[in-house]
């Protein structure tokens, strides 16, 4: 049936020849939508009442309150009562939503559910934001027929968890909060026990919260339409707060939130059901680990070093005192004599900032960025291979994926909202390879996992790559039109020894094979990779390894597939992009090419450097041979980030001057002459750009604490006193002067970022782009790249002496050195650092469950609580690094990369014993 009506669905890229009758209204349809979703198109969200449904789980039909008439044209007296939450709809068909008997109907139901629900609607703490109490209100209920039935008051609150509460009396048993720990989390702790009017919802096996096997993501609180399922912040209750939508502070994934605020406090966090990077999901971290903001040792005013002491002084006085003695260092040594060091937990704007600041102002290429120590070697790898040092795809291409290969991650913890989408994948079928020296969480769904020994993952690759190649699962068509320098690389790979490849990494070749089978015969496959990467000896050749089993398989350039960096930290994306590198300015733009130079000059005003400055560990050399005299950071905590402890306390304590912008009086700040107080992402403007290029707003929620400022702030007061002229801070100012100069950028502005974000590179006409390398790569033709395993100096130097490998793990609950969230309730989830220790090594060591185990290694020791598991195997240790008492980087060591200087955290020889 050919539509007549003028009425077209919101989406204009979609033809619709289709129609249905809403209420004796033709409308278009799309093909396979449901009878809800297509009234609510058209006549709006309150259209037809629901209690079971939510915008991000899938139909179930339980509640029927959804239900409407529905017929066919010609046929208009034959109607029948269906649940349109999960009824398709087809063409001709005529839907009825507020007939005489739907209507009885729906009172019928929720008196039904009232006569076994609390009235107690005046003083719950959802009062005014009950989707029950909506839904009655809807439907016209004025009193309830039925007899009052025995309310299950016989279930007592739950109050056990730092974040999660329960009053299952109020339960109304729609299954939303079951379905979202199951279809949203995948985390299956939730669940219904009992029949029919004993039916209710348990934890686990009928725990507690806190007993059970909680993530504490707050999916089925946000789920629930009553106050069965709550949390501390009393999310759902709206009443006087405004709402600020905002983008997460931790992790890469970039999770937008909804942040209710009132009186410049926040209140509480939800996660936007439209937002396209979480889609109504958010982990414990992003909605419940935001009460560092307030915390009692937040900085609230500058400080100078005065006698040994740090004294609290004014704003004008700690500038006209920098300016001083940053001239005097410059005048005296030159610029060079200066460095910077930037963070990714601030603005793209603050970062671009910080390094035209350090250029610009002291004439140095000396600045860097935390990503030196944990995706540098992406950057590099993914350049020399693909001429783009960024994912090349899209999250949501998880949807069309049909294998997915994880390497070094451990996404359900470091990276919980995509780790939930990479399960759910696992969980339903999709072929699953995990690449890790720990059985992580996501490794149980896994295919295949491959527990290789730590640093042997170029030895892995090669393997993977040597099978594809004898098995003759090559894309030929992709190599001989798309790539260069194959044949070289293949011969490379053919003249391995795959049995000391076998021998060396402790991957059984066939299991080698297996995963690469699995994965070459995907027509489309994902690679995603983390820190168990990159931190390693050859961590930039390995980047660029799994670059060659893209190419090798045509796995690039079209949805679905591609190589993902999974970014530890919430921009360490934007910050690359932003030049916070000592070799490459903003936009990746060489310092050394007469013609950038040239620009970046005219551009910024000032005399620029043309040399290649100072990475971080070439900083510490640098201050230890009395070369570098100032170093200016924002945001880090190199005294207890970074490895070799000492050795980094012991250059920093060299410099002259050492300035800390901060939000807490961090281990590096203790060492500083100033302490410049700035301001967290809820106090600030900017954008930040996720792991999948996405550049999001992150607006203002509250002001800032004290006499703090946003670090864009200060530098921009910092450059003006420097006799630079800088306009003031704004992040639409700051976009503006960023698209001039970075080419990726060139589209991007403040007032059309809108809820989304854009995905870099953005054209001029505002156009962005979710896919790279279609039809050519960034550098033109991809290269492919042969590399050897070459064992780290690390255990060629002390593993006869120190025979056990030491690696790092993160937590879901805390973020790297917990700065944040040690500052929150996390704190009373996860308590203290752990050793993971097989029960071989345990046993031969004389080592019990919760026994406290001193780890040495040739630059220092520490102490941490052993935590028995064959999660590793004999021989690999794994601690995580999340409280400064632990002073793990006391024994890691300065080993790095040769070429992206990335320090090799994942490999540290020690020897153990028990305390």
């Not at 209100?137 to 279930?155: E, F, M, N, S």
């Not at 992406?378 to 001429?387: P, S, V």
Request: glycine share 8%.
């Amino acid at each position: 049936m050919v539509s007549e009506a003028t009425t077209t669905a919101p989406n204009p890229t979609i033809i619709l020849t289709k129609t249905a009758l809403i209420n004796g209204q033709p409308f278009a349809i799309v093909p396979g939508e449901t009878i809800l979703s297509f009234v609510r198109r058209f006549k709006g969200k309150d259209a037809i009442p629901t209690l079971c449904d939510a915008p991000n789980l899938e139909p179930f039909g339980s509640c029927r309150v959804c239900s409407v008439e529905v017929g066919r044209v010609g046929n208009g007296t034959n109607l029948r009562t269906v649940a349109s939450c999960h009824t398709p709809v087809d063409e001709g068909m005529m839907v009825f939503t507020e007939t005489e008997s739907i209507q009885k109907l729906r009172r019928n139901i929720i008196e039904l559910v009232l006569t076994d629900h609390p009235l107690d609607c005046l003083t719950c703490e959802v009062n005014g934001n009950c989707e029950l109490q909506d839904v009655a209100a809807r439907v016209g209920i004025r009193k309830v027929r039925y007899p009052a039935g025995k309310v299950h008051t016989d279930r007592p609150k739950d109050l056990s968890h730092p974040y999660m509460t329960s009053d299952l009396s109020k339960c109304i048993m729609c299954y939303r909060c079951v379905r979202a720990c199951d279809e949203v989390q995948g985390q299956l702790v939730l669940s219904v026990a009992g029949r029919g009017y004993d039916a209710k919802i348990i934890k686990g096996l009928d725990q507690d919260f806190f007993s059970s096997d909680c993530v504490s993501c707050g999916a089925c609180s946000q789920a629930c339409p009553t106050s069965a399922i709550h949390d501390i912040y009393q999310s759902k209750a709206v009443v006087g707060q405004d709402k600020v939508r905002t983008v997460c502070t931790y992790c890469g994934v970039g999770c937008n939130l909804e942040v209710s605020v009132k009186d410049d406090k926040v209140l509480s966090i939800q996660a936007p059901f439209d937002a396209e990077v979480n889609q109504g999901h958010t982990c414990l971290k992003g909605r419940y680990a935001f009460a560092f903001y307030k915390h009692p040792e937040r900085l609230r005013y500058p400080m100078i070093r005065k006698n040994g002491v740090l004294e609290r002084v004014t704003w004008d006085e700690v500038y006209d005192y920098l300016a001083t003695r940053l001239t005097e260092i410059k005048t005296k040594h030159s610029g060079d004599a200066v460095a910077g060091i930037s963070s990714s937990r601030c603005t793209n704007e603050e970062n671009y900032l910080m390094q035209k600041f350090i250029r610009a102002c002291f004439g140095t290429n000396n600045i860097d960025g935390c990503a030196r120590v944990c995706h540098s070697p992406t950057a590099l790898g993914l350049q020399r291979t693909f001429g783009t040092g960024a994912a090349t795809n899209s999250i949501v291409d998880l949807k069309l994926t049909e294998c997915i290969m994880i390497i070094g991650a451990n996404p359900t913890a470091g990276h919980p909202v995509t780790g939930a989408k990479l399960r759910q994948k696992a969980m339903k079928g999709t072929p699953l390879i995990v690449i890790d020296p720990r059985r992580t969480e996501i490794a149980e769904y896994a295919t295949h996992h491959l527990q290789l020994r730590p640093g042997t993952n170029v030895a892995v690759l090669n393997m993977m790559l040597y099978f594809i190649i004898k098995e003759n699962l090559m894309d030929k068509d992709f190599i001989a039109n798309r790539t260069e320098g194959f044949d070289e690389f293949c011969q490379g790979i053919l003249n391995l020894n795959i049995s000391e490849l076998e021998a060396v990494s402790g991957v059984p070749k066939e299991e080698a094979r297996a995963a690469a089978i699995t994965y070459a015969s995907a027509k489309l496959a994902m690679a995603f990779h983390g820190l168990g990467v990159t931190e390693h000896y050859q961590g930039p050749y390995a980047v660029m390894l799994i670059a060659d089993l893209a190419m090798i398989t045509g796995n690039v350039g079209k949805p679905g597939c591609g190589v993902n960096p999974l970014r530890g930290q919430n921009n360490v994306q934007g910050m690359a992009d932003m030049g916070t590198q000592p070799y490459q300015g903003a936009g990746y733009l060489d310092v050394t090419d007469p013609q950038i130079h040239a620009k970046y000059e005219q551009f910024y005003g000032a005399k620029m450097s043309d040399k290649v400055g100072l990475t971080i560990p070439e900083m510490y050399d640098a201050a230890l041979e009395g070369k570098l005299k100032a170093l200016w950071v924002m945001g880090e905590d190199m005294a207890q980030s970074d490895p070799n402890t000492h050795h980094v306390v012991k250059a920093l304590s060299s410099l002259e001057l050492l300035v800390v912008q901060e939000i807490f009086m961090t281990e590096t700040a203790k060492y500083a002459h100033v302490v410049l107080p700035g301001a967290s992402f809820l106090e600030k403007e900017g954008t930040f750009t996720n792991g999948e290029r996405r550049i999001q707003a992150v607006r203002q929620v509250v002001e800032p604490v004290g006499e703090s400022k946003p670090d864009g702030v200060i530098l921009v007061e910092m450059m003006n006193r420097m006799g630079y002229p800088q306009a003031p801070y704004t992040a639409k100012g700051m976009l503006e002067e960023i698209s001039q100069i970075v080419p990726f950028f060139a589209g991007v502005k403040w007032d059309e970022l809108g809820k989304q974000g854009k995905q870099w590179p953005v054209k001029p006409d505002g156009t962005d782009t979710p896919l790279l390398h279609v039809g050519e790569f960034k550098r033109g033709k991809g290269k492919f790249v042969f590399r050897d395993f070459v064992e780290t100096s690390e255990i060629l130097d002390h593993g006869a002496a120190y025979p056990y490998i030491l690696t790092t793990n993160r937590v879901l609950e805390q973020y790297n050195v917990g700065t944040m969230t040690r500052r929150t309730p996390n704190v009373k989830i996860f308590t203290e650092d752990v050793l993971i220790i097989n029960p071989i090594d345990a046993a031969t060591n004389g080592i019990s469950e919760g026994d406290f185990v001193r780890i040495e290694s040739p630059r220092g020791e520490c102490r941490v609580k052993a935590r028995v598991s064959d999660e590793v195997k004999p021989g690999v240790l794994s601690t995580t690094f999340h409280f400064p008492e632990l002073e793990v980087n006391n024994v890691t060591s300065s080993v790095s990369d040769s070429i992206a200087h990335c320090p090799e955290y994942k490999v540290v020889s020690v020897r153990i014993n028990k305390v």
